[in-house]
């Protein structure tokens, strides 16, 4: 079976650190990844997403950036966080794209890291 | 562009009635349809989908949704609520074609199921 980890759990950084968060798949190949932050416990974000190693594509302009340096490894990055970019962090696995670009696969959320900005 | 509507924030249920969590969509094309349920300080759990064929979902925990097209909804619902499946509901959608499986989801309907 297919598994979905995240860490850390929790983190509190300051103002202007940078940020690491990382997200790993077990059980299967070539999933699509994707990141999403949930801000005040409601709606989800759609921040990146990855149809393969070194594919990256953005969905909103913001201080963060991802990257996908192996098959079943997602990191989500700053250079310098802001207050803004509180919030929880989830990573999510499948829907598998079709050359044709479509898709009936679920995703599976990984359990999330709260970020918190000081 | 796709949307997805949850009109309520909030759903109080009385536990042994029966719950509808309600979910409106807008999408071009055939959509795909979800259910996600999140507990405090979790990822989302997948509850059900619907891609095509019967337009009643039955899916985890005794949950079901119906797919009404003429209507663009899909609404959540259980015959018999209990006290465990308080929780944030999710309802999320992606087009048939044209839009890869970018998920759209709702803001969430906060379901509180009461003794």
């Known amino acids: 079976s297919q598994t979905i980890h995240q860490w850390p759990a929790t983190l509190v950084q300051p103002v202007g650190s940078p940020l690491s968060l990382e997200c790993t798949v077990e059980?299967?190949?070539?999933?699509?990844l994707y990141w999403y932050r949930q801000a005040a416990g409601r709606g989800l974000q759609l921040l990146f997403y990855?149809?393969?190693?070194?594919?990256i594509s953005s969905e909103v302009p913001q201080n963060l950036s991802a990257s996908r340096p192996q098959d079943r490894q997602f990191i989500l990055s700053s250079k310098k966080l802001l207050l803004s970019d509180s919030g929880f962090y989830l990573c999510?696995?499948?829907?598998?794209?079709?050359?044709?670009?479509?898709?009936?696969?679920?995703?599976?959320f990984g359990p999330g890291t709260r970020l918190t900005v000081l | 562009a796709q949307s997805v509507a949850q009109p309520e924030d909030q759903v109080n249920v009385a536990e042994g009635n029966p719950l509808t969590v309600k979910c409106t969509y807008s999408?071009?094309?055939?959509?795909?349809l979800f259910w996600y349920v999140q507990y405090p300080n979790r990822g989302l759990q997948f509850l059900l989908k619907?891609?095509?064929?019967?337009?009643l979902v039955k899916g985890s925990y005794g949950f079901e949704a119906e797919f009404n097209k003429s209507q663009t909804s899909f609404h959540l619902k259980k015959p018999s609520a209990l006290v465990s499946d308080s929780a944030l509901y999710f309802c999320?959608?992606?087009?048939?074609?044209?839009?890869?499986?970018?998920?759209?989801f709702g803001t969430g309907t906060q379901l509180k199921v009461e003794l």
């Open positions: 999510a696995w499948g829907g598998s794209f079709t050359p044709s670009g479509t898709s009936t696969d679920t995703q599976y």
């Open positions: 059980g299967t190949s070539n999933p699509n």
């Open positions: 990855s149809v393969g190693i070194g594919q």
């Open positions: 999408v071009s094309g055939n959509p795909y």
């Open positions: 619907y891609i095509t064929g019967d337009n």
């Open positions: 999320a959608v992606t087009p048939y074609t044209g839009g890869g499986n970018k998920l759209t």
